[in-house]
């Protein structure tokens, strides 16, 4: 699959403009070493311009995962180059507006580009070096209506979107993912889908380490997106079919329960509380699997107290949130990883997801929490969106 021609082109135009602008800003530089570094900027130019077209032509349905990961690496690198090279440009020009009517420049503002652009790259290079491997524990009280007394302090440790193909067969975060969970003695752990990048082999040098998840009352997960072999170029539909078969019978023999559109009861003492998981449910363009009527095949609006495990939290945006026939207590989803990129608390996730992180609450006692994932899809880097731990203690509402 490869982007057309036209957008490639105009990226390709707009950066050599902005590299241009600079050029010529060097130009002005009264430096003995001026030409030297001129000569420098051309060919760095260049070469990242053959990279990024490389990059954008790669076969992403077709390549190796090994390969995938070093074009992540590559176009992160590149855009880790131009985005503090934008911001420069764009302060720098705007320095320049009084020139027009004949006045000084602003120096202070090509400053300030100059030391945001700085900011970004190192910012950059620390989600990708450092914060991509802190892992953060947030410790959440959700409030059940009929919560039975049995079930009053039960502990959920929630994890999502691990991706382990990103890290090729290296387990070091993972292996440190499952301590910190199995540190935190949960009563039951569960995985809300997206395990894999795009092909079930991906998760085999991984069985040994997750396998190691353990919690009394089990270990339960369910499919996302990527976990469908759909961002792959199968031969045919058995094959396809068979990767999928292959990744459920793995989590099988890792000893985790998957509920694919199926309910899991859950006892303590007389008591039982239903645990439901539904395959994907997307927004487009992420196809949809998952059935709700399937997974729960009794009356949704029985008094029974229903946790839910659905990958993409647009499901419950569009057929639980507000339905006062569903009486879902609490909807865990994962997917958004807050596009990977939040810092104080604000995240571009905002402008395509309704619910990206954190908890929602539903009008009808319906309430969601979003857990932005552990490992990385697309950028080999978390800017903040530091990777999530949740742990959930129930309590009766009174």
């Not at 720098?92 to 790259?121: E, N, Q, Y």
């Not at 996302?224 to 045919?236: C, F």
Request: with cysteine; glycine share 8%; hydrophobic share 45%.
């Amino acid at each position: 699959m490869r982007l057309p021609l036209l957008p490639i082109l105009a990226v390709l135009a707009l950066n050599g403009l902005v590299d241009y602008y600079i050029y010529r800003r060097l130009e002005r530089w009264k430096s003995s070493a001026q030409p030297l570094a001129r000569r420098i900027w051309v060919i760095l130019s260049v070469v990242l311009a053959l990279v990024l077209v490389a990059a954008i032509c790669w076969p992403k349905k077709e390549g190796g995962n090994d390969a995938l990961t070093w074009l992540m690496w590559l176009l992160f690198s590149y855009f880790s180059i131009y985005i503090p090279k934008y911001l420069y440009v764009i302060f720098d020009l705007v320095a320049s507006i009084p020139r027009i009517w004949k006045c000084r420049r602003l120096k202070v503002l090509s400053v300030t580009g100059g030391v945001l652009a700085a900011v970004s790259f190192v910012l950059m290079w620390w989600g990708a070096l450092i914060n991509r491997n802190r892992i953060q524990v947030k410790d959440v009280a959700v409030e059940i209506a009929n919560l039975p007394e049995s079930f009053s302090g039960m502990t959920i440790a929630q994890i999502s979107d691990i991706h382990v193909g990103t890290f090729g067969n290296d387990t070091a975060f993972v292996a440190k993912l499952v301590d910190r969970v199995n540190a935190l003695h949960p009563d039951m752990i569960v995985f809300t889908g997206d395990i894999v990048n795009r092909r079930s082999d991906e998760l085999e040098p991984f069985i040994s380490t997750l396998s190691r998840l353990h919690a009394p009352m089990g270990v339960y997960s369910i499919l996302g997106n990527h976990d469908y072999g759909d961002y792959y170029e199968w031969p045919d539909s058995a094959a396809k079919k068979a990767n999928l078969d292959y990744l459920k019978k793995m989590q099988a023999d890792m000893g985790w329960t998957m509920l694919n559109n199926a309910t899991a009861y859950l006892h303590a003492g007389a008591d039982s509380i239903a645990l439901v998981g539904v395959e994907n449910v997307g927004d487009p363009p992420f196809p949809t699997y998952g059935d709700l009527d399937e997974a729960y095949p009794g009356d949704l609006a029985d008094p029974t107290v229903k946790i839910l495990l659905s990958h993409n939290p647009a499901h419950w945006c569009e057929d639980i949130c507000d339905a006062p026939d569903k009486n879902i207590a609490l909807t865990l989803s994962g997917h958004t990883h807050a596009m990977q990129i939040e810092l104080f608390g604000v995240s571009p996730a905002v402008f395509r997801y309704k619910t990206w992180g954190g908890m929602y609450r539903g009008s009808g006692g319906n309430d969601l929490y979003v857990n932005i994932g552990a490992g990385e899809v697309a950028i080999p880097a978390r800017i903040g969106a530091t990777p999530e731990i949740t742990l959930f203690t129930l309590k009766p509402k009174e």
